[in-house]
C-alpha cells in the first residue's frame, strides 16, 4: 500500500512538472509586444512632409505604412455607415476605444458604433450612456452619466444600471467629457451642477460612496476633471493657463484636500505613469515653454517636478497626446497635427518615453489635414498596451474633407512571437551569469566589434517589463530584486541580430 501511495505521489510530483513544463514553454512561445525601434529625438532627421498619393484606401482594406513598417486599416465609412457625422470616427485621444480584454471597439457619439476588436468589422449600434468610458475591469462593460445618475451600461444587451442618483445636483458630468475612473473601476471624478454652481464629486464605484467634494461655484473656466490612473490622485484642468487659484493644472488627494499647483500650462493633456511609476500629467507646452526650448512636458502629481520631454530645435506646436496605454505605462503617445510648413514630426503618430532620456519611438504619418476644424483632429488613442493605435483622418481627401468629420483607421505595429530558441549568434559570443539568480544578472559580450544596443525583459505571460536602448554597451547589470521569483526572457540585440535567454529568479 505504501508503494502504491509512493508511485502515486511520484506520479502526481511528475505531472505537475510536466504541466508546468507546458505552461513555461507556451508562456515563453507566447505573443510577446514588439515596438517600434526606439531613438533618440537628437538624432532624428526629420523631413519634409509628403502627402499620400494614389486612391484613398477603401473600407476595411489594409496596408503597410513606410515609416515603422505597420498595417493601417481604414475602419469605417459614411455610406457602410449611414452617416458622415461623428458617428463615424471616435471621440478623443484620452477615451480608450478598446474594451478590457480588446476584443470591442467603441466609436463616438449616441447611438455609437460598437466594431470588433480583431477584424474591425461593424458589429451594432448601441446606445451608450452620456461620455460612455469603458470599465477597465470588465470587457462588457460602461460607466457614464444620465441626468443626475451614474450608471453602469451592458453593451452586449444595451441595458444600464443607476449606481448612484446624486439628488443634491440637477445634473452630473462625467468630468466634462474628459474624464476617467482609476484603472481598478474604484475611483470615478464627477461634476455636480445646479445651474452655474459647480461641485467636484469623488465617487468610489465599489463601496457606492462619496469620499470627498470640492465646490467651485461658478468662478473661473473649468476645463475639466478626473481621477489619475493608479487612484491616488484628483485632478483638475482650468482653461486658463497660470497659477491663480482657477488657473492651470491643480491635484489633490483622492478626498479632495491638500491642493498642489501642478503646473501653470494647459494645453492637451492626459494623466499617465512615468518610467519611474510616478502618477504625472503629460501635457504640450505653450509659447512660455516654448521660449526655454521644451514644446511637451511630464509634471509629476505629487508635486515632485517636472521633466521636459520634447527638446527637439524647432519643436511641435499642437496635436494631442494619450496615456492611455495603461499596460504599458511610462510613454505616452503623440499625435502632432501641425501645419505641414513645419517640418517636425509634421502629421506624425509618436510615443515618448516618459523620463529625461528623450527617447521615442515613431509610428507613421497621419495624413489628416485639420483645416475643416476641430472634429478633423486626428486625436490618436493607443490600445492598452500599445500595439495598435487609433486615429481619424480624411487622408487629404477633398471629398472627406468638405465632411462634418473624417473616418477611422487602426494602426497595427506587427507582433512576433517570443522563443527561447531565437540564437542567430554564437553560442560563445554572450555570456549571463549567475543563472539561476537570486537578483543581479550580469551581462557580457565578447568577440571583437561585438555589442548590445537594445535590451528587452519578459515575464512568462510576455509582458513587458524593460524595452530600453544602450550605448553599443559590452557589459551590463540587470536587477531582478523588484520583480517577482520565477522564469523571464531576456531578448539582447548584437550587432542588429537577437539573441534571447531564459532567466530564472529563485
Not at 489594409?62 to 470616427?89: A, C, H, M, P, Y
Request: charged fraction near 20%; glycine fraction near 8%.
Amino acid at each position: 500500500m505504501r508503494k502504491k501511495l509512493i508511485n502515486k505521489f511520484l506520479f502526481s510530483r511528475n505531472l505537475e512538472k510536466a504541466l508546468l513544463f507546458t505552461f513555461l514553454t507556451f508562456s515563453l512561445n507566447a505573443q510577446a509586444q514588439n515596438y517600434p525601434d526606439r531613438v533618440l529625438l537628437s538624432t532624428v532627421n526629420y523631413q519634409s512632409y509628403e502627402a499620400p498619393t494614389g486612391s484613398l484606401p477603401e473600407y476595411l482594406e489594409s496596408f503597410t505604412e513606410n515609416l515603422s513598417g505597420s498595417k493601417i486599416t481604414r475602419i469605417s465609412d459614411k455610406n457602410v455607415f449611414g452617416t458622415s457625422s461623428q458617428r463615424i470616427r471616435h471621440n478623443y485621444a484620452k477615451d480608450q476605444t478598446w474594451n478590457s480584454d480588446g476584443t470591442l471597439i467603441k466609436l463616438a457619439g449616441y447611438p455609437a458604433a460598437i466594431l470588433d476588436g480583431e477584424t474591425f468589422d461593424f458589429l451594432y449600434w448601441r446606445d451608450i450612456p452620456s461620455y460612455g468610458r469603458w470599465a477597465n475591469t470588465e470587457p462588457n462593460y460602461m460607466y457614464g452619466t444620465s441626468g443626475n445618475k451614474f450608471v453602469k451600461y451592458n453593451v452586449s444587451d444595451n441595458s444600464r444600471v443607476t449606481l448612484n442618483t446624486f439628488s443634491d445636483y440637477a445634473s452630473v458630468d462625467f468630468g466634462f467629457g474628459e474624464g476617467n475612473q482609476s484603472n481598478d473601476d474604484k475611483y470615478v471624478g464627477l461634476i455636480g451642477k445646479n445651474g452655474n454652481d459647480k461641485t467636484l464629486i469623488v465617487y468610489d464605484i465599489e463601496l457606492d460612496q462619496i469620499v470627498g467634494t470640492k465646490n467651485v461655484g461658478s468662478n473661473g473656466n473649468l476645463d475639466w476633471f478626473s481621477i489619475s490612473q493608479l487612484g491616488n490622485f484628483a485632478v483638475v484642468s482650468w482653461a486658463d493657463n497660470g497659477s491663480g487659484s482657477t488657473q492651470g493644472f491643480k491635484s489633490y488627494d483622492i478626498n479632495l484636500n491638500n491642493e498642489i499647483h501642478v503646473n501653470s500650462h494647459t494645453e492637451h493633456a492626459d494623466l499617465g505613469v512615468d518610467a519611474n511609476g510616478n502618477e504625472v500629467i503629460v501635457s504640450y507646452n505653450g509659447p512660455e515653454g516654448w521660449n526655454e526650448g521644451s514644446y511637451v512636458y511630464s509634471a509629476r502629481l505629487d508635486g515632485g517636478g517636472v521633466t521636459n520631454l520634447f527638446e527637439y530645435p524647432g519643436g511641435i506646436w499642437g496635436g494631442h497626446i494619450s496615456c492611455r496605454n495603461t499596460d504599458r505605462p511610462g510613454w505616452a503617445y503623440v499625435s502632432e497635427q501641425c501645419c505641414t510648413s513645419h517640418d517636425v514630426a509634421s502629421r506624425e503618430i509618436f510615443a515618448i518615453k516618459l523620463d529625461d532620456s528623450g527617447i521615442v519611438e515613431r509610428y507613421t504619418k497621419h495624413h489628416n489635414n485639420v483645416d475643416p476644424g476641430y472634429m478633423h483632429s486626428a486625436m490618436a488613442v493607443p490600445n492598452r498596451n500599445g500595439t495598435k493605435i487609433l486615429f481619424a483622418s480624411n487622408w487629404e481627401n477633398n471629398e472627406i474633407m468638405g465632411d462634418a468629420a473624417p473616418p477611422a483607421w487602426i494602426l497595427e505595429y506587427p507582433q512576433t512571437q517570443l522563443s527561447v530558441n531565437d540564437n542567430q549568434i554564437e553560442d560563445n559570443v554572450l555570456t549571463v551569469y549567475p543563472n539561476p539568480t537570486d537578483n543581479i544578472v550580469n551581462i557580457k559580450v565578447t568577440g571583437q566589434n561585438n555589442s548590445i544596443s537594445a535590451i528587452q525583459l519578459h515575464d512568462i505571460l510576455g509582458r513587458s517589463l524593460i524595452n530600453d536602448v544602450v550605448n553599443n554597451e559590452n557589459t551590463l547589470t540587470l536587477d531582478l530584486s523588484s520583480y517577482p521569483k520565477g522564469v523571464y526572457v531576456l531578448s539582447l540585440n548584437i550587432n542588429g541580430k537577437k539573441q534571447t535567454k531564459k532567466i530564472i529568479r529563485n
